[in-house]
């Protein structure tokens, strides 16, 4: 029996595996099936651009119906950084567009194009250019100059650290000769004044070049020239704009003497306003800021009240600079008065040295306003040899032979504070006293006027003499240079030098506008 068991076993253990061999091949045969035809069915589905690609890429192109959805639910930045590429991007810094990288490209493989509902694009950054108006590249131009002088006047050194072919500023006739340099070249480079052409001599572009008023006449005729570096023909690329009206003319022309009327004067101001306002936009756009007017008349602050925008927002140069009366240093700018009776320089500039001078202080001049009347009243009649006042001059006195023989000028004001005896002191090589009140002297934001003239208060009029002999012989010797020195910044030559009274007005327009910023309208 046992013999017979083992003889049997090897057999049923063979039908055995055979039985389970054919059980594992009935149950992986479906399965194949089912798996081939899954794969077959997802192969035709809408959203499985998922052929053979690099990592980076599949993360793009499985952007179907469902995923798109999910990533339009995050925040844009959310959704960038969801459907970017997992290397790292390269920029083009010229155009600012990203791209992938060179081994990228080469390896791609979707090359279908796309429907609809298939991989969504990447929109490519934008690079947004600023384009600039000719106005803001002006404002730009001018804030680089204010800085430029803002760094030279870190400096305080005596001397212009700038090189100048004609003349360096240096000592202490200036607040800061280095600043005023860089302000100056500055202006040199970057100033263009626009005048406008509306407007019938002679009233408007014209005025008188001999007199007394003749700093306003000068200057009308040097811009009108057209052959001075500052004007410009183009409204566009101005940094100011002059109103060419001379106060002068239309006194001359509209006002009736005696009748003390001075509404005409005052109505053909208004309507000169009005009209460049309405043909113009720059008096709109600014109202008037970057607008000047120039008069050496003791009218020119009250015909400027006539427009208020001009009294009070525009650049008025003016010789009567009484602050009691409106003047404002910050806008308004101060115009030396200078009495040219023959319209030219020659002959009026220089003087003998201060050992030939006798006189201790000199003044001759009409009984004009109050400060004049306490003057002849102190002085008049006193009969000194030190101090000669008078109302009219000696038989055979000859009023330039009298300021060169004198170590001091008296330059009191008149009606109005502005006086032609300042630069008629300055340029007789004379140390100017002034004696007024309220009154801004010329290019006073550049000029140190207490390096060369001396300043008396009209309740010390009585005192002069006292006060002008306690100045050390020395201290006067220091003061006389200077009034030599100084004297360029006054010379009104023809045509106008570097330097000179008009390039020196015209620095005083350029440093107010400097103090204002200008925007287009829009």
Not at 150 to 176: F, K, M, Q, W
């Amino acid at each position: 029996m046992s013999t017979s068991n083992a003889a049997s076993s090897p057999t049923s253990s063979s039908s055995h595996r055979s039985f389970c061999s054919l059980l594992v091949l009935c149950l992986i045969a479906p399965l194949t099936l089912i798996s081939v035809g899954l794969f077959a069915l997802a192969g035709n589905g809408p959203s499985s651009r998922l052929e053979l690609a690099l990592p980076w890429k599949l993360r793009v192109g499985f952007v179907g119906s469902k995923a798109t959805a999910a990533l339009s639910a995050l925040r844009p930045n959310d959704s960038y950084r969801a459907m970017e590429s997992p290397w790292p991007m390269s920029y083009s810094e010229e155009n600012q567009v990203a791209f992938a990288p060179p081994s990228a490209a080469e390896n791609e493989t979707l090359t279908e194009k796309l429907e609809p509902d298939e991989p969504a694009a990447i929109e490519e950054p934008v690079r947004v250019v600023k384009r600039y108006s000719r106005l803001e590249r002006l404002e730009a131009g001018l804030s680089r100059a204010r800085s430029a002088i803002r760094e030279a006047a870190l400096i305080r050194n005596l001397t212009s650290v700038h090189a100048d072919a004609d003349y360096v500023p240096r000592g202490p006739i200036y607040r800061n000769a280095n600043a005023f340099h860089r302000s100056y070249l500055e202006m040199e480079r970057l100033f263009k004044i626009y005048v406008y052409q509306e407007g019938e001599p002679p009233m408007f572009h014209d005025g008188p070049c001999k007199s007394i008023y003749s700093t306003e006449g000068r200057f009308i005729h040097e811009m009108e020239r057209g052959h001075n570096q500052y004007r410009t023909m183009d409204p566009d690329e101005a940094l100011v704009y002059f109103l060419p009206f001379s106060v002068v003319m239309l006194v001359q022309y509209l006002y009736e003497p005696g009748s003390h009327e001075t509404h005409a004067i005052g109505r053909a101001v208004v309507d000169y306003v009005d009209v460049i306002a309405a043909k113009h936009p720059f008096w709109n756009r600014s109202l008037g800021a970057d607008h000047f007017m120039l008069s050496c008349h003791d009218w020119g602050p009250h015909a400027s009240s006539y427009v208020p925008y001009l009294f009070s927002k525009s650049i008025r140069v003016l010789c009567n600079a009484n602050t009691s009366e409106g003047f404002d240093p910050f806008k308004d700018a101060p115009l030396p008065e200078i009495n040219l009776k023959t319209g030219e320089i020659s002959g009026l500039l220089g003087g003998p040295s201060p050992s030939r001078r006798s006189i201790l202080a000199f003044f001759a001049g009409r009984l004009h306003g109050h400060i004049r009347h306490l003057l002849l009243q102190e002085w008049k009649d006193k009969e000194d040899p030190d101090v000669q006042v008078y109302d009219e001059l000696p038989r055979g006195a000859s009023y330039e032979s009298m300021l060169r023989q004198s170590r001091y000028c008296l330059c009191p004001s008149g009606y109005e504070v502005a006086s032609p005896r300042v630069v008629e002191a300055i340029y007789a090589e004379c140390v100017p006293v002034l004696i007024s009140d309220g009154y801004v002297p010329p290019f006073s934001d550049v000029l140190n006027w207490k390096a060369f003239s001396v300043q008396v208060q009209v309740r010390d009029i009585p005192n002069i003499k006292k006060i002008l002999m306690g100045i050390s012989q020395s201290q006067y010797l220091r003061m006389q240079r200077r009034v030599k020195q100084v004297q360029r910044h006054f010379a009104a030559n023809g045509p106008p030098r570097r330097y000179d009274v008009f390039h020196m007005t015209v620095h005083s327009i350029w440093l107010r506008r400097l103090n204002i910023r200008i925007a287009d309208s829009t």
